[in-house]
C-alpha cells in the first residue's frame, strides 16, 4: 500500500471540521420518540482537508484508522464512500479527482459521536471545495444518511447535534430546539476504552422491547419524564438537582441493558470522589461515561476516574445561554 503519507506538497483544496458530542439525558429512548439533550464537545475534533489527487481519482485517507478508500469501487456500505456520492449527487457533480485526508480525536464506537463528526467534516470539507454553502439542516440530513450505515435505526441526534454546533432539545423528526443553561456546568468525559458499536446496543434494546414491550415503554416513559425534569434543572443551573437526575437515569439504562461493569465502576468512582452525578452517555455497554462535577472537584474526580480505569477524561463545559 502505497499509503499512509498524511502530508503532500500539493496545497489543501479545502478543509472542514466537526466537534465530538455528548448525550446528556435521554439515549435510547430518543429512538422510541422521546426527547434528549445533547452537547457538542468542542474539545474533540474530526477534521477533513481535500487536495488535488496526485493519480487524478477520488479517495479517502483515514490516517487514524489507516484506511484508504477509493470512492468509484468501495462497496455501497462503507460510509466515507457514501457520504462523498450523497455529496456529488445532490450537487450534481461527478466524482472529483480530490484525495480527502481524514483525522479524528474522537475514538470510534465509543458514544462520543465520532461516525457523525467525520462525516459532518468530510461533508463541510466538500461542499468548501466545491465552492457550495449549505445550511446546518441540509448537513445534518446528509450525514444522517451516512449514519443509517453505522446505527441501523439511528435517531438522528448525532447528526444534529454535531452538524448544528451547539446544545439541542431533540425529538425524532423534529428540527432541534435550543434550551437554556442557567449556569456553567463542568462536565467530565471518561473513557472505558471498551470499544462498543451503537447498533448492537440499540438492537439489544429493540430485542428487549419486542419481548415485553410494556416494560420497555415503562422505562423509555421514565427516561422522558426524567429529560423534561433535566430540562428546568439546567434552565436553573440547579447541579444537585441535575446530578440526581443523571443518577437516575443512568438506573434506566441499566434496566434497559445497556450498562456494563466498567460504566458502574467509573460512574460509582466520580459519585465517590464528590461528582454530583454520572451516567453513560450514548450507545453504552462500553464507550464513555460523564460526570457532573463543581470547579473545584475536576481534579480529584479525574484522578479517581483514571484510578478506577478510565483510558482518558476529558473536561468540557456547557456554558450559559439564555435559551
Ligand atoms: O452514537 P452514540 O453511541 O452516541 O449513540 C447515539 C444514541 C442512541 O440513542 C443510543 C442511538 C440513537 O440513534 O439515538
Same mark, same amino acid.
Given at each position: 500500500?502505497?499509503?499512509?503519507?498524511?502530508?503532500?506538497?500539493?496545497?489543501?483544496?479545502?478543509?472542514?471540521?466537526?466537534?465530538?458530542?455528548?448525550?446528556?439525558?435521554?439515549?435510547?429512548?430518543?429512538?422510541?420518540?422521546?426527547?434528549?439533550?445533547?452537547?457538542?464537545?468542542?474539545?474533540?475534533?474530526?477534521? %477533513?482537508?481535500?487536495?488535488?489527487?496526485?493519480?487524478?481519482?477520488?479517495?479517502?485517507?483515514?490516517?487514524?484508522?489507516?484506511?484508504?478508500? +477509493?470512492?468509484?469501487?468501495?462497496?455501497?456500505?462503507?460510509?466515507?464512500?457514501?457520504?462523498?456520492?450523497?455529496?456529488?449527487?445532490?450537487?450534481?457533480?461527478?466524482?472529483?479527482?480530490?484525495?480527502?485526508?481524514?483525522?479524528?480525536?474522537?475514538?470510534?464506537?465509543?458514544?462520543?459521536?465520532?461516525?457523525?463528526?467525520?462525516?459532518? =467534516?468530510?461533508?463541510?470539507?466538500?461542499?468548501?471545495?466545491?465552492?457550495?454553502?449549505?445550511?446546518?439542516? %441540509?448537513?445534518?440530513?446528509?450525514?444522517?444518511?451516512?449514519?443509517?450505515?453505522?446505527?441501523?435505526?439511528?435517531?438522528?441526534?448525532?447528526?444534529?447535534?454535531?452538524?448544528?454546533? $451547539?446544545?439541542?432539545?431533540?425529538?425524532?423528526?423534529?428540527?432541534?430546539?435550543?434550551?437554556?443553561?442557567?449556569?456553567?456546568?463542568?462536565?467530565?468525559?471518561?473513557?472505558?476504552?471498551?470499544?462498543?458499536?451503537?447498533?448492537?446496543?440499540?438492537?439489544?434494546?429493540?430485542?428487549?422491547?419486542?419481548?415485553?414491550?410494556? $416494560?420497555?415503554?415503562?422505562?423509555?416513559?421514565?427516561?422522558?419524564?426524567?429529560?423534561?425534569?433535566?430540562?428546568?434543572?439546567?434552565?436553573?443551573?440547579? $447541579?444537585?438537582?441535575?446530578?440526581?437526575? +443523571?443518577?437516575?437515569?443512568?438506573?434506566?439504562?441499566?434496566?434497559?441493558?445497556?450498562?456494563?461493569?466498567?460504566?458502574?465502576?467509573?460512574?460509582?468512582? =466520580?459519585?465517590?470522589?464528590?461528582?454530583?452525578?454520572?451516567?453513560?452517555?450514548?450507545?453504552?455497554?462500553?464507550?464513555? +461515561?460523564?460526570?457532573?462535577?463543581?470547579?473545584?472537584?475536576?481534579?480529584?474526580?479525574?484522578?479517581?476516574?483514571?484510578?478506577?480505569?478510565?483510558?482518558?477524561?476529558?473536561?468540557?463545559?456547557?456554558?450559559?445561554?439564555?435559551?
Amino acid at each position: 500500500m502505497t499509503f499512509p503519507q498524511g502530508e503532500t506538497d500539493a496545497s489543501p483544496l479545502a478543509s472542514g471540521r466537526a466537534p465530538g458530542k455528548i448525550i446528556l439525558f435521554g439515549e435510547h429512548a430518543v429512538v422510541y420518540g422521546r426527547p434528549a439533550i445533547a452537547a457538542p464537545v468542542f474539545r474533540l475534533q474530526a477534521e %477533513a482537508v481535500v487536495y488535488p489527487d496526485p493519480e487524478g481519482v477520488c479517495r479517502v485517507e483515514a490516517l487514524d484508522i489507516g484506511q484508504q478508500v +477509493m470512492v468509484a469501487t468501495a462497496g455501497e456500505d462503507d460510509p466515507f464512500a457514501r457520504l462523498v456520492r450523497l455529496v456529488c449527487t445532490a450537487l450534481d457533480r461527478p466524482l472529483p479527482p480530490w484525495r480527502m485526508v481524514i483525522r479524528s480525536e474522537i475514538p470510534v464506537a465509543s458514544g462520543l459521536g465520532s461516525g457523525a463528526a467525520v462525516a459532518t =467534516a468530510m461533508a463541510r470539507a466538500l461542499l468548501a471545495a466545491f465552492g457550495v454553502e449549505w445550511s446546518a439542516a %441540509a448537513v445534518s440530513a446528509l450525514v444522517y444518511e451516512v449514519e443509517k450505515l453505522h446505527h441501523g435505526t439511528p435517531s438522528g441526534i448525532d447528526n444534529t447535534v454535531i452538524a448544528y454546533g $451547539r446544545p439541542v432539545w431533540f425529538v425524532r423528526g423534529q428540527p432541534p430546539m435550543p434550551f437554556a443553561v442557567g449556569a456553567a456546568l463542568d462536565l467530565l468525559i471518561g473513557d472505558t476504552g471498551i470499544a462498543s458499536p451503537t447498533r448492537l446496543a440499540v438492537a439489544d434494546v429493540r430485542r428487549g422491547w419486542e419481548a415485553d414491550p410494556s $416494560r420497555f415503554e415503562a422505562l423509555f416513559d421514565r427516561i422522558a419524564a426524567i429529560v423534561h425534569e433535566a430540562r428546568t434543572a439546567l434552565a436553573e443551573g440547579d $447541579r444537585p438537582r441535575l446530578g440526581a437526575l +443523571m443518577d437516575a437515569n443512568q438506573e434506566a439504562l441499566a434496566a434497559l441493558g445497556v450498562s456494563s461493569p466498567e460504566l458502574e465502576r467509573l460512574c460509582a468512582a =466520580a459519585r465517590a470522589a464528590g461528582a454530583w452525578g454520572a451516567k453513560l452517555s450514548g450507545g453504552g455497554r462500553g464507550g464513555n +461515561m460523564i460526570a457532573l462535577v463543581d470547579p473545584d472537584r475536576r481534579e480529584p474526580v479525574t484522578a479517581a476516574l483514571l484510578a478506577a480505569g478510565a483510558h482518558r477524561v476529558v473536561h468540557t463545559t456547557l456554558t450559559p445561554t439564555a435559551q
